[in-house]
């Protein structure tokens, strides 16, 4: 069977009968066969690149019309018969949106609706009746995000001073002011949070709610400029962006030209009576009350000389240790918060006077006092009249303790074997019944005589 007739014709549709015969006379017989002819219909295609999701940020939310936000350009679909495409909605929630002839999908929800993904599928129909057919695309509509931007005027270097770095506790020198960071979405839903990375990120750290920058190596470091990027983040999971700023950090110029006076320098260790000086371990033992005299640090310098203390490690370095960040993996948010108070604040329970170096307990010592930590080191600052600095680190163990322990042993001519010649005597603060043992070496073939 051919068709003979022309396109216009076959658009309304048309149908025809096919008779099939065979046999003759009566024996005859026919069966009727109806056929419908029409122009044929291929299911509609969607242009290529077609999102599969899209974002709505906080600013189109703003500059809409009322009635709804536009989500992304018109769907376009076509069919090859060049049929008219009609649009419409169905899946999970096409009740927060409608779409237009046009093929523009509007979002008509809340922008709390966003918080959480919406799905959307999009049909394309072309073709009436049995000539129908459909293309489905599904889209998830999500709450955007921008990347946020740096203040204007956020700046590229900055310098820091020897004499505040010399003078401040490590991990306290602050770097300019704090960075700030926004981005169109409202700071309550979607705040930004600091970081830093980069060549010398090691020696800085950054507060991830205030965007203050510390500086937590020394003057040394600083002899060439440093390098680190701090890197500004908003949202989260897929709507995560970011943005990065690099800052070079200098020594201050005029600071470099008063360093290249000398340094003080410490006197040797010894005792002077019972207060060590210069000593590197001050061994805290028993119940020692406060305002007691532990140690005394001597040192000469450009003019007169002062002193003050701060923690040897910043917490940055300090919570890196294994030993130190095993048993933070084990605390709670507010347990670690706690436990870095304390060490940060852990020179607080000392007081050095600034003329004289002499070193005092400012509370009374015992167990309950003692900090969270295996030993409590400081480092002692002396500054001459230059602004020049030198440093000394002092340990201070407070698990076990001797409570006596000579340095010297006074034999006499008329000792006999078996008489005391002193005595050693220790204890652990962990456990005040604790039996401790004692042993003895020797480099001078002491051991067999004592």
Same mark, same amino acid.
């Given at each position: ?20 015969? &065979? ?16 122009? +044929? ?73 966003? $918080? ?16 129908? $057919? ?27 001073? +020897? ?31 600091? &970081? ?5 990120? *090691? ?17 040394? *470091? ?11 983040? &908003? ?56 305002? !007691? ?8 310098? /450009? ?70 930590? *295996? ?9 001459? !009249? ?29 000792? $006999? ?10 204890? /652990?603060?962990?456990? *005040?019944?604790?039996?401790? !043992? ?13």
């Amino acid at each position: 069977m051919k068709y003979i007739g022309t396109l216009e014709q076959l658009e309304a549709g048309l149908a025809v009968t096919v008779t099939a015969s &065979s046999g003759e006379g009566e024996r005859a017989a026919s069966t009727d066969f109806v056929v419908n002819v029409s122009i +044929a219909n291929t299911a509609p295609r969607f242009a290529e690149g077609t999102p599969t999701q899209v974002a709505l940020t906080e600013t189109q939310f703003a500059g809409s019309p009322p009635g709804g936000v536009n989500v992304g350009s018109p769907f376009q679909a076509t069919d090859d018969e060049n049929d008219e495409v009609t649009y419409s909605l169905t899946g999970r929630d096409p009740n927060k949106f409608q779409i237009g002839a046009d093929g523009q999908l509007v979002y008509i929800g809340t922008e709390d609706d966003l $918080k959480e993904s919406l799905s959307v599928t999009v049909r394309a129909s072309s073709g009436e009746g049995e000539r129908l $057919k459909t293309t489905d695309h599904v889209v998830t509509v999500t709450l955007g995000n921008t990347a946020p931007k740096f203040a204007e005027g956020t700046p590229t270097q900055l310098p820091i001073s +020897a004499q505040e770095i010399s003078n401040t506790a490590i991990g306290s020198v602050t770097v300019g002011a704090p960075f700030q960071a926004s981005d169109a979405e409202s700071e309550e839903d979607n705040p930004v949070t600091y &970081s830093v990375h980069g060549r010398d990120s *090691d020696k800085f750290e950054i507060d991830p709610t205030s965007g203050q920058l510390k500086y937590t190596g020394n003057v040394d *470091d600083l002899k060439d400029s440093l390098s680190v990027i701090i890197t500004a983040t &908003s949202g989260t999971d897929d709507r995560v962006q970011t943005t990065s700023h690099t800052l070079t950090v200098v020594l201050d110029n005029d600071v470099v030209a008063v360093s290249q006076f000398s340094k003080p320098s410490f006197s040797k260790t010894r005792l002077d009576g019972a207060i060590p000086v210069n000593p590197e371990i001050v061994e805290l033992v028993g119940s020692i009350s406060a305002g !007691s005299v532990i140690a005394r640090v001597e040192a000469t310098g /450009s003019g007169a000389v002062n002193y003050s203390l701060r923690p040897t490690l910043a917490w940055a370095e300090f919570s890196k240790n294994p030993t130190v960040a095993s048993i933070l993996a084990e605390r709670s948010n507010e347990e670690i918060a706690t436990f870095r108070s304390q060490y940060e604040n852990s020179h607080n329970l000392f007081s050095i006077n600034d003329a004289t170096g002499e070193i005092t307990l400012n509370k009374d010592l015992n167990p309950e006092t003692l900090p969270l930590l *295996d030993l409590i080191e400081l480092q002692v600052v002396v500054r001459g !009249s230059n602004g020049v600095a030198a440093t000394k680190a002092i340990v201070f163990p407070t698990k076990l303790g001797w409570i006596s322990r000579p340095t010297q042993l006074n034999v006499g001519s008329d000792t $006999k074997p078996g008489d005391s010649v002193g005595w050693v005597k220790a204890k /652990s603060f962990e456990n *005040d019944d604790a039996s401790l !043992s004692y042993s003895m070496s020797s480099d001078g073939g002491l051991r067999d005589r004592l």
